[in-house]
């Protein structure tokens, strides 16, 4: 059984080679450490690394497919507890081909082999002040063929905005200061030339 599910695998790693090309990724893998090729590395769009100023928070994650959406499993965890399964959706992304016949013949079509466009995304439960990190694990199933991938984002939780009050106001107070500024020279300058006129 398990060199059928090795000869599996290299026919799928083949057919993908010849559907996508020749390209260097870091790929999902099998737990024999191979390369699953069938599936791009996940990626979460959001959050990012950064600090945010609200605790509530929609995480959004995305990859390619060329295995139908009934194969996949993604599963995130927020500072490693629980882990909460993502709704996906797929679309299929469409990738135009012109196919040269050696009579000269061209004839324009879509690929047979088109991977899907998976996204998912879920609100998160509200997140406390401080550092957290989100992890996304993808499971992949095919033919008794599991393959696993992880994407992990690290990001701050920072929504004491008193602190940014201060600076927003003198922002604001400075603009009218200046605008003030301007105008009492203008008029002063005005008044100054209505005078050298009389």
Same mark, same amino acid.
């Given at each position: 059984?398990?060199?059928?599910?090795?000869?599996i695998t290299l026919i799928l790693e083949l057919l993908a080679l010849l559907v996508a090309g020749v390209q260097t990724v870091k790929a999902p893998y099998t737990s024999d450490g191979r390369a699953f090729v069938l599936a791009?590395?996940?990626?979460i769009t959001s959050p990012s690394n950064i600090t945010y100023n609200s605790n509530l928070l929609t995480l959004n994650v995305t990859f390619k497919l060329l295995l139908s959406l $009934?194969?996949?499993?993604?599963i995130y965890s927020v500072d490693g507890k629980d882990n909460v399964t993502i709704p996906l959706t797929a679309t299929r992304d469409l990738i135009e081909a012109t196919v040269t016949y050696e009579n000269g013949t061209t004839v324009t079509t879509n690929a047979t082999f088109v991977p899907y466009i998976v996204t998912g995304g879920v609100v998160l439960p509200e997140l406390s002040e401080g550092q957290h990190r989100i992890t996304v694990h993808a499971k992949y199933n095919i033919n008794n063929i599991i393959a696993l991938?992880? $994407?992990t984002v690290y990001f701050t939780i920072g929504t004491n905005s008193e602190q940014d009050i201060p600076e927003k106001n003198l922002t604001i107070f400075g603009f009218l200061s200046l605008g003030i500024i301007l105008l009492t020279i203008k008029l002063v300058y005005v008044r100054k030339e209505k005078n050298e006129k009389q």
């Open positions: 059984m398990k060199r059928s599910a090795s000869k791009s590395p996940i990626s $009934s194969c996949a499993h993604v991938d992880e $994407s």
